[in-house]
């Protein structure tokens, strides 16, 4: 008889295997090198281990009905109404199952969005049955507040019942302030208008939830994941206790609260990150005395992670982000189009971004295994190390009076500052890579398709009674963006970009390396590599140099050659005019030698690339 799937034992014909066996093998390749070299840190100080046992006793955590897909949430942003209703009803005819409406001055409006009137939201919603099983996200800002009002208005007139509509209407007042850096009111004085209007749609029939606490605003602006959960949860409970005070019961006001969590292409992260969440709110509805249920938890992938350079690759960072977020559990997912750090998106670019959902979730099946991560042991421990890091940064935000008091200390803001600025020298010195700008770049590229709308400038609201740091977001890939934009005006002005000799010396296989990663090095900042065939001889070098028109060198060729070729092929650069040497490589105990044959900078792995390109384009002017 076959063998019964239960009793089949794959490693049955191997010796089995230990943690000490395995750490055995590991000091050999380390070869008196540290273990610790191999465990690394988040932004928040956790240590990844390289190796995880098996985390035997975790249960799954509960989030989204077993079995049951996430809400495949597509953007809707088109300034123009009618437009937009064109793209929200061919969303919905081919996979969407709910629409995300951006209004203008929302938090994730990205320069567009719909103009929040009566009329544009009847002209939007023509012909989308709102009623028939599909989701309504609301993003809107203050200048578009009355979003809410204006689409239960709309339900009404249409005479549709609002218990039979999915709608997550998105206040979240706490998440614009800090996004703006001011406040007409104070917290107290903008709390009971929101419960007040929160409490008209439930009492219209609404289901909710309708506010909503938005974590996107900390990763927008650089934070870590631990500040996000921790200011999720912040303001979670600033609105929970909000609505207590309106007379809501508390089992009834948890469930008018919903949470949005940014999406990225650290995969590992970005799931803990989901599960995290869910484990942390399941604490505070403990600590208030209901039972817990699932937190609705809906995604965006992330604004700061889009590169303009070489676009199409962020479709590839969002396919990450979305399996990840799915993963996690979260119950709805809206990728952004990968041109919208350009502009508005194309169709095709709206396709992309819905068809990545649809892949995922009809022909690789993600959602059929609920919390697929649980008892994964790196997974289980990096989960509750950011609950418990999370934790303890929300318990310091509480004893600071709440998320808006923390907000008008600047308690908040340094510390995703420093985390920022972390961050960006990581990008800096591309240890942390964005392919396509930071590493890998195409000076060749054609530039990607948008259409043709003029962004909307956002409108000011209110006075400025209260200020304090914004929380203004970000993207990662703009510093050496900004130096691709100067390769390109002077490629306009010129007819040429800004070159950069590569003085390959000797054979291919002692080059081949260092020309490669001086090439990518100097074109990310878009200053164009000459390649070259090796050479031996100095002075065929310095010809071969002149003839390029390049102003710049760069040496490069293997440790053991350069003892041998590098001193006199920099002096014979030097006298052929170049303004400035560079080599690949670390100089060891040549860089006395090498600096005074001519050679300035030494680039390697770690160099603070983003310095060194700005100081090139500094000696151009």
């Known amino acids: 008889m076959p063998t019964a799937i239960d009793d089949l ?4 014909d191997f010796a089995p295997a230990s943690h000490d066996d395995w750490r055995k093998l590991v000091d050999g390749v380390l070869k008196g090198a540290p273990f610790e070299k191999l465990v690394s840190k988040t932004y928040d100080g956790i240590k990844l281990q390289p190796i995880y046992p098996r985390a035997h006793h975790a249960a799954p955590i509960a989030g989204r009905a077993a079995g049951a897909p996430w809400q495949i949430m597509q953007r809707i942003d088109h300034p123009d109404a009618a437009k937009a209703n064109a793209q929200a009803l061919h969303d919905l005819e081919n996979g969407a199952t709910g629409l995300t409406l951006v209004f203008q001055g929302a938090n994730g409006a990205r320069g567009f969005g719909i103009e929040a009137t009566p009329e544009s939201i009847a002209k939007l919603l023509d012909g989308v049955f709102i009623d028939a099983g599909i989701a309504l996200e609301l993003q809107a800002g203050p200048q578009s507040r009355m979003a809410a009002l204006h689409l239960a208005d709309y339900i009404a007139r249409k005479e549709i019942d609002p218990a039979k509509c999915d709608i997550r209407f998105g206040y979240d007042p706490i998440g614009a302030t800090a996004v703006w850096g001011q406040s007409a009111y104070n917290w107290w004085e903008m709390a009971p208008p929101v419960t007040e209007a929160i409490k008209k749609l439930a009492a219209a029939g609404f289901k909710g939830p309708f506010a909503v606490a938005d974590g996107r605003i900390i990763h927008d602006a650089g934070g870590s994941e631990v500040q ?37 292409a650290d995969q590992f992260l970005t799931l803990a990150k989901f599960r995290a969440l869910r484990l942390l709110w399941a604490r505070i509805e403990e600590s208030c005395g209901v039972k817990p249920k699932p937190l609705f938890i809906a995604a965006d992938t992330a604004w700061r992670m889009l590169t303009q350079r070489d676009p199409y690759v962020n479709l590839l960072r969002a396919t990450v982000a979305t399996f990840s977020a799915g993963l996690g559990g979260a119950n709805a997912i809206c990728v952004l189009p990968h041109t919208l750090a350009l502009g508005l998106p194309d169709a095709f670019a709206r396709r992309a971004a819905r068809n990545t959902q649809l892949v995922l979730l009809e022909e690789a099946n993600l959602a059929k295994v609920s919390d697929p991560a649980a008892g994964a042991g790196g997974i289980e421990a990096l989960t509750l190390e950011l609950c418990e890091a999370a934790w303890a940064q929300f318990q310091d935000i509480e004893k600071n009076g709440g998320a808006f008091p923390a907000l008008g200390n600047n308690l908040i803001q340094p510390r995703i500052a420093a985390t920022r600025k972390a961050r960006q020298a990581s990008i800096a010195k591309r240890r942390e890579v964005l392919t396509g700008a930071s590493e890998f770049p195409n000076l060749h590229e054609p530039r990607a398709s948008v259409l043709k709308v003029k962004p909307v400038p956002a409108r000011p609201y209110g006075k400025d009674k209260i200020k304090f740091n914004a929380l203004e977001p970000i993207r990662l890939a703009v510093p050496f963006e900004a130096l691709r934009d100067k390769s390109d005006h002077i490629l306009a002005r010129k007819g040429a970009r800004p070159k950069m000799f590569l003085a390959n010396l000797g054979t291919a296989a002692d080059f081949t390396a260092r020309a490669s990663f001086a090439k990518s090095f100097f074109e990310t900042g878009g200053i164009e590599a000459v390649d070259t065939e090796g050479f031996s001889e100095p002075t065929a070098l310095a010809e071969a140099f002149k003839a390029s028109g390049a102003a710049f060198v760069c040496l490069c060729s293997s440790d053991k050659l350069y003892p041998v070729h590098a001193e006199a092929a920099a002096r014979a650069l030097q006298g052929a005019g170049a303004k400035h040497i560079y080599l690949a490589g670390k100089p060891g105990e040549m860089e006395a030698g090498l600096r005074a044959s001519g050679v300035r900078d030494f680039i390697f792995a770690g160099t603070d690339a983003l310095a060194m390109l700005v100081a090139a384009y500094g000696m151009m002017e």
């Open 9 to 12: 034992r794959l490693a049955a």
């Open 228 to 264: 996000e959960l921790s200011w999720v949860l912040a303001v979670a409970v600033s609105y929970l206790r909000a609505l207590e005070d309106a007379n809501i019961p508390v089992e009834t006001a948890r469930s008018m609260i919903y949470a949005r969590l940014s999406a990225d």
